[in-house]
């Protein structure tokens, strides 16, 4: 199960990826919806790190244990 997780987390960089480039490609057309998919970018981008660290977090705990 924790191999899965592992690959599904990098499911969150190909979003914030295809978020970045649509809010660079609507950035002239559209300012307000370019601001909001950046945004989203950058909370994906959060996500994603704070998903790994708590990972991380368990299996060190899980190790421990074994």
């Known amino acids: 199960m924790n191999r899965i ?11 914030a990826l295809i978020c970045l480039v649509e809010g660079i490609t609507r950035w002239n057309a559209e300012r307000s919806r370019s601001y909001l998919f950046l945004g989203f970018a950058f909370f994906i981008i959060l996500v994603f790190f704070f998903k790994r660290h708590f990972r991380k977090k ?3 705990r899980n190790n421990l244990n074994k």
């Open 5 to 15: 997780w592992k690959f599904f987390q990098y499911g969150y960089l190909i979003v």
């Open 58 to 60: 368990v299996e060190k």
